[in-house]
């Protein structure tokens, strides 16, 4: 699950905190980000809980409208289609989930019951559930992308969501796009046939990712302060010490990832930094952050200094 993407943006938010706040040793940054991987793990975890704990509140909100109108002496009772969508019942009983569950429990939706609360009241409201519930033919398939659905458009952009996050995890905010686009794969993945076996993703895809991340910062932080002096010789009027701090722990990494790991592309490491910069950094500055580095990618080439 934890792929290079994640441990990129990782790296560059490790360097930027060390050009904030310089004065922690190598290792204990690399402890630091090994911290922070396992916590989106957790992450990802936790946001898989909380489809289930959606589902369980609707079965609570159920069987009050079920009495309600068995007092009125309604004999047709509402629908269960919701509360017994199929994915998300066989999500709850997940082996793996359960036994985070079992294993975090300081990690429970119920500490944010208003969370839980507002997310179902505008999934109930919603044209999805609606339709969903309307439809007289049922599948797995059906119960299945409707959660695909719903959590895309009311869970992954979700401010209440965010405010909780930040309750429990200093990471969390930080990891949520990437950490959501993984929770809607596995949604797509699950297969009825699985039962409660159906796998979840791993922490790492390979140990190949996992030595990336460790290798990806301790190449950036040795090699800062030549890397600091490509830069330099690159912007031309600017200042170095003007520049904004995330802008140059996004080169930072980059220069590193660039002229130290020979086995990656140069195209695939600009995109990937590239992409980090739309995510943290204005227009102008991903503008610049690309030009500077395609720059110092040609003097490089020019000089025989890098030769993938």
């Not at 910062?217 to 890397?227: C, G, P």
């Amino acid at each position: 699950m934890i792929n290079r993407e994640l441990i990129r943006i990782k790296a560059v938010q490790l360097v930027y905190a060390d050009l904030l706040n310089e004065g922690k040793n190598l290792e204990d940054i690399v402890r630091e980000m090994e911290e922070s991987l396992a916590q989106a793990y957790h992450l990802y975890h936790h946001m898989l809980c909380l489809i289930c704990e959606v589902t369980d509140y609707a079965a609570q909100q159920y069987e009050i409208a079920c009495q309600q109108a068995q007092d009125r002496g309604i004999k047709r009772l509402p629908s269960d289609k919701f509360v017994e969508n199929r994915f998300a019942l066989q999500l709850e009983g997940n082996d793996r989930l359960e036994a985070f569950t079992r294993d975090h429990k300081e990690l429970r939706w119920t500490d944010h019951e208003d969370v839980v609360h507002s997310i179902y009241d505008t999934i109930a409201a919603s044209p999805e559930y609606a339709a969903y519930m309307a439809d007289e033919t049922s599948s797995y398939e059906a119960d299945r992308e409707l959660w695909r659905t719903l959590y895309k458009r009311y869970i992954a952009d979700n401010d209440m969501v965010d405010d909780a996050l930040e309750e429990w995890s200093i990471y969390w905010n930080c990891d949520r796009v990437v950490i959501d686009t993984f929770v809607i794969k596995t949604i797509k993945r699950f297969d009825e046939a699985n039962g409660n076996k159906q796998p979840l993703m791993e922490q790492y895809n390979n140990n190949a990712d996992h030595s990336f991340g460790r290798e990806l910062l301790v190449q950036t932080l040795r090699n800062s302060e030549e890397n600091r002096e490509l830069i330099t010789a690159h912007i031309r009027n600017w200042d170095f010490s003007r520049l904004a701090k995330m802008d140059v722990a996004i080169m930072l990494t980059a220069l590193a990832e660039i002229t130290n790991m020979p086995d990656i592309a140069v195209n695939v490491s600009l995109n990937e930094y590239i992409n980090i910069a739309k995510l943290y950094c204005a227009p102008k500055s991903v503008r610049f952050i690309n030009g500077t580095l395609d720059n110092i990618v040609k003097n490089l080439r020019a000089h025989g200094k890098l030769l993938k």
